[in-house]
């Protein structure tokens, strides 16, 4: 007879579903019979690795026997002085998602209750949901986090965590210095908030909140940042946590302990060695994204502001099928409605000529759909 496996597993995961970041590059391939994707729906840093990582991870291999104690030590000091902080404060990790589930074990009972935005990005809910924590979702306002509004759900609820995207995904919004003080300022005595920075490196460095000093002052605050995104590093998987000293103990307590690969961890150091690239980075990231919104508004659709590498558009036609008529030339962007939004599209941002590509394509499809369905009008 074949076990029940939901009868063994916690309670908490039943009904349940997988966190899907959507379709994978194989199963677009294979649906649209394409051999060239460019792919825009993740939100990976397109322009790859920085110089000298391919070299590093490379070096790396002669010791992948060994588990990566120094090395592990050696990216936390490495990290600490790029943060400008101590590396007791470092917690690398798996990537940001690893680093979610470990905040997730370490601080969620069956039956407490967790703050999330609405649209934000799903693993905070998902991973959460497991532990058997209950989702109270605040709406966003102006596609932005209200701040206030999560600090008195907090309240309400009297919630063992805040989870906040900043900046936002899917909104690519940002969060004011005011408003994130009224929210630390705001929260329940149990409850920290965890700040997802995904993001942060592609924000303008005189809008983006600092949180460091909050750590450092002792504030019921996590920090997460990931080498995916500006870094390029998406498919080696490293993040890292800034934390207190005494909350870093008990992430390693439920931490596995080496989650880290020596390729990974050799890789993030060689990234840190050119922090100028950083800025650059950033730049070229701003002047494409502002580029894909004035072509995009100028084809009739409405991008919101980021202060990230994507934008959310809002096309104002099925965005199903938009991002379908895409996906046949070859673009893949995120149908909104996968987040709720229907009639939004989240397109990563790239080089400016891909940038112009997309816009020119994006809008022929859209002229094409809104033929035969008429075009939602648009805010103005
Ligand atoms: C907000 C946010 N956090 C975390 C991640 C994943 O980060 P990592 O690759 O470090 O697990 C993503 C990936 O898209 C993201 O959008």
């Not at 349940?16 to 379709?23: F, H, S, T, V």
């Not at 990976?44 to 030590?73: K, M, N, T």
């Not at 998902?126 to 058997?132: K, V």
């Not at 307590?253 to 690239?277: D, I, K």
Request: hydrophobic share 45%; charged share 25%.
């Amino acid at each position: 007879m074949s076990t029940d496996w939901s009868r063994l597993v916690r309670p908490s995961l039943i009904g349940l579903e997988p966190y899907r970041p959507g379709a994978s590059l194989e199963e677009l391939r294979a649906a649209y019979g394409l051999d060239e994707i460019v792919k825009l729906n993740w939100n990976e840093g397109l322009h790859g690795p920085f110089p000298g990582v391919e070299e590093a991870v490379r070096e790396e291999l002669s010791r992948v026997w060994i588990y990566p104690e120094q090395a592990y030590s050696d990216l936390r000091e490495s990290v600490a002085g790029w943060v400008g902080t101590s590396p007791e404060r470092i917690v690398p990790g798996h990537g940001i998602q690893a680093l979610i589930a470990t905040v997730a074990h370490a601080f969620l009972e069956p039956g407490d209750a967790v703050v999330v935005t609405e649209p934000t990005y799903g693993l905070y809910a998902q991973a959460s949901a497991a532990a058997g924590a209950r989702i109270v979702s605040v709406p966003s306002v102006d596609f932005r986090h209200d701040a206030d509004g999560l600090a008195a759900a907090a309240r309400e609820a009297d919630a063992r965590l805040v989870w906040l995207c900043d900046p936002n995904n899917p909104t690519g919004s940002l969060v004011q210095q005011d408003e994130w003080e009224r929210l630390l300022a705001g929260l329940p005595q149990r409850c920290a908030v965890v700040v997802d920075e995904a993001y942060v490196e592609y924000a303008d460095p005189a809008l983006r909140v600092d949180r460091v000093p909050d750590v450092e002052n002792g504030r019921p605050l996590v920090l997460l940042r990931t080498f995916s995104k500006i870094f390029g590093l998406a498919g080696l998987r490293l993040g890292y946590a800034v934390v207190g000293e005494a909350l870093a103990g008990f992430l390693d307590v439920v931490q596995e302990p080496f989650n880290v690969n020596r390729a990974a961890l050799a890789a993030g150091r060689a990234s840190l060695s050119s922090p100028q690239l950083v800025e650059e980075r950033r730049r070229s990231n701003e002047n494409a994204r502002e580029r894909l919104a004035t072509l995009l508004l100028e084809a009739g659709c409405e991008p919101l502001p980021s202060q990230a590498n994507f934008l959310l558009v809002r096309v104002g036609v099925n965005d199903l099928a938009l991002t379908d008529g895409l996906a046949r030339r070859g673009l893949l962007v995120r149908a909104g409605s996968e987040f709720g939004l229907d009639s939004f599209v989240r397109i990563t941002t790239g080089p400016e000529p891909l940038m112009e590509r997309v816009a020119a394509e994006l809008a022929e499809v859209r002229a094409g759909l809104a033929k035969r369905d008429p075009v939602e009008p648009l805010e103005t």
